[in-house]
T-cell receptor
Framework: GAVVSQHPSWVICKSGTSVKIECRSL??????MFWYRQFPKQSLMLMAT?????????EQGVEKDKFLINHASLTLSTLTVTSAHPEDSSFYIC???????????FGPGTRLLVL | GDSVTQMEGPVTLSEEAFLTINCTYT??????LFWYVQYPGEGLQLLLK?????DKGSNKGFEATYRKETTSFHLEKGSVQVSDSAVYFC??????????FGKGTSLLVTP
């Protein structure tokens, strides 16, 4: 089946630093990737939709200058949390889908802790 | 807006017990409905889906029927196993695109 990886699986950083999270589709080309955020015991909340070669579409309330998304190739999307603060601590999950297909394939998630 | 409500967990069952995890939704259109499962330390995996009313999705002994009249998509399994211990997420897609998730229900099956 389709496999999506994320790196790193967890990261601890100091407040004010930037953190980059990678999402890769390992055995398929993903025209669209999604970034979700999950707080403890909460739903996955869609942050943004990323299409290869174009600007990401952010959900209402998500700061695009804080959460920079780049989808430079059909197998890689990156999420950069800029000037991270403790309230950005969360579980970030990406997913990828093939063009014209509905099913999303999810990465294992990245746990971010900002001190 | 669209939303998904699923029963609070955790749910603890003995092996071979019957499982039901309730899921109801609100949507303005005609959404597709999904159940995803997340095993410990792994990413979400699609368990089953249904794309229109009265469709039944099934996989690995799990079933869910798309009930438009009750706006529900309850997950059932007749006999759970220890290996079914995981977190289960109900979700909908009203645009064939982004997913709208419930909060997840943690299931623990004991021997």
């Amino acid at each position: 089946g389709a496999v999506v990886s994320q790196h790193p699986s967890w990261v601890i950083c100091k407040s004010g630093t930037s953190v980059k999270i990678e999402c890769r589709s390992l055995d398929f080309q993903a025209t669209t990737m999604f970034w979700y955020r999950q707080f403890p015991k909460q739903s996955l909340m869609l942050m943004a939709t990323s299409n290869e070669g174009s600007k990401a579409t952010y959900e209402q309330g998500v700061e695009k200058d804080k959460f920079l998304i780049n989808h430079a190739s059909l197998t890689l999307s990156t999420l950069t949390v800029t000037s991270a603060h403790p309230e950005d601590s969360s579980f970030y999950i990406c997913s990828a889908k093939l063009n014209h297909q509905e099913t999303q394939y999810f990465g294992p998630g990245t746990r971010l802790l900002v001190l | 807006g669209d939303s998904v409500t699923q029963m609070e967990g955790p749910v603890t069952l003995s092996e071979e017990a019957f499982l039901t995890i309730n899921c109801t939704y609100t949507a303005t259109g005609y959404p597709s409905l999904f159940w995803y499962v997340q095993y410990p330390g792994e990413g979400l995996q699609l368990l089953l889906k249904a794309t229109k009313a009265d469709d039944k999705g099934s996989n690995k002994g799990f079933e869910a029927t798309y009930r438009k009249e009750t706006t529900s998509f309850h997950l059932e399994k007749g006999s759970v196993q220890v290996s079914d211990s995981a977190v289960y997420f109900c979700a909908l897609s009203d645009s064939g695109y982004a997913l709208n998730f419930g909060k997840g229900t943690s299931l623990l099956v004991t021997p």
